[in-house]
């Protein structure tokens, strides 16, 4: 009876430990949700809602209440949507049925004048400085994004029209359309180091960081010039369609995309061999692009015909099209928060489209004909050039 006694005894403990082991070493799984609001506390739907890398995003119910299951650990949500800033990012781990985020509509915080005509603008995104090319004072300014504070008016070439920053040194590349030249600006004394002979009237510019090459679309030439960023010496030219016009590049693929105005098309470069590797037509006056690497998608505006063309890379194939009716000039996109931004010169405004429905969500009234724009992903902000009044418009 006393050996009975023990063996059940030893079997208990045996089961006892066998669960405690069980629940430290099997990962148990649990439910999220919430609610996503503006702070009137209206529901916003079609918000996407994350959880990290190793899960799918759910979207809010008409409501604005979204509900996720099967989570383990320790995970990290946020929420996004096009047109929106919201709270910052929770971290949890486990179950809970209040995990809500707040969202403010995204406006026109502030305005920079900064000389006449300004064009293109690129940002520094390490330390938030913003660069724009003056073109009617052959210049470009630097300002602080945080304060907006004018930093320097550095000289350049000939009507500077596009300007691109280069992580690798530091650096920012400006074309110069009337002076036929590429100027280097040192990022750190904001002194230009360099003047670079490229084709006739440049125009667009883009960085490669991964191979650390420059791009410039000579739009007289029919060319595209590249740079090698280590020793800032062209070392090859490409012959593009008519009248190219901007140039963007995908540095996880090396693929470089090339809009030709004069032909209504776009020319796909393989950026490892420099050859033209396919031609795809889009809309009529195509004069600026926007790549999403999440999504392979890359976005052409069409200026002549108001439109947006939807170029697949995969398939380098028109897989949409996005008609805004509009006198439409340049274009950027926020991967991270699902917006188009579209500048229109005829309502002085920028355009904000959903990326997943393709549907204008608003329009903001900016400055006098708006032209280039520029998003700093990492801080969620929009800087317009507008054109016509001298000012870069902020939206935070």
């Not at 649990?30 to 609001?37: H, K, N, R, T």
């Not at 776009?266 to 999403?292: E, F, K, Q």
């Amino acid at each position: 009876m006393n050996n009975i006694f023990w063996y059940i005894l030893a079997a208990l403990l045996a089961l006892g430990v066998g669960l405690l082991g069980w629940m430290y070493l099997v990962p148990h799984t649990y439910a999220l949700s919430g609610y996503v609001m503006n702070f009137e506390g209206a529901p916003i739907p079609n918000a996407k809602v994350s959880f990290g890398q190793n899960y799918s995003s759910v979207l809010t119910d008409s409501s604005g209440y979204w509900k996720k299951m099967d989570l383990s650990g320790k995970i990290r949500v946020n929420v996004s949507e096009a047109g929106f800033r919201f709270t910052p990012d929770i971290v949890v781990q486990g179950p809970r049925d209040n995990v809500d985020f707040f969202g403010l509509q995204q406006r026109v915080t502030g305005m920079i004048l900064v000389g006449r005509e300004p064009k293109n603008i690129a940002i520094d995104e390490k330390v938030n400085i913003v660069f724009v090319t003056i073109s009617g004072e052959n210049s470009v300014v630097a300002f602080n994004g945080d304060t907006g504070d004018i930093l320097k008016k550095i000289n350049v070439g000939l009507s500077p029209w596009g300007i691109a920053f280069n992580p690798n040194n530091d650096e920012i590349y400006v074309s110069n359309f009337g002076g036929n030249t590429v100027s280097v600006i040192d990022g750190k004394t904001f002194n230009v180091i360099k003047e670079i002979k490229v084709g006739n009237e440049p125009l667009g510019i883009c960085v490669d960081s991964t191979t650390d090459r420059i791009y410039v679309t000579n739009n007289f030439d029919n060319t595209v010039s590249i740079i090698d960023g280590q020793t800032d010496k062209v070392i090859g030219t490409v012959n593009v369609g008519k009248s190219p016009s901007a140039i963007i590049v995908n540095e996880k693929t090396d693929m470089v995309y090339v809009a030709n105005s004069g032909s209504d098309t776009v020319s796909v470069i393989n950026g490892g061999t420099n050859l033209v590797v396919a031609s795809v037509s889009v809309g009529s006056n195509p004069t600026s692009m926007a790549l999403d690497q999440n999504e392979n998608m890359i976005y052409v505006v069409n200026s002549s015909d108001g439109s947006v063309s939807i170029l697949n890379e995969n398939s380098n194939e028109i897989v949409g099209t996005i008609s805004l009716d509009h006198s439409i000039e340049n274009i950027a996109v926020n991967p991270s928060v699902g917006a188009i931004y579209v500048t229109d010169s005829q309502m002085n405004a920028v355009i904000f489209v959903d990326e997943k429905n393709r549907e204008t969500v608003k329009s903001l009234t900016v400055g006098t004909d708006p032209l280039g724009i520029s998003v700093d992903v990492q801080r969620n902000e929009i800087y317009v050039a507008n054109y016509g009044n001298g000012t870069v418009s902020i939206i935070r």
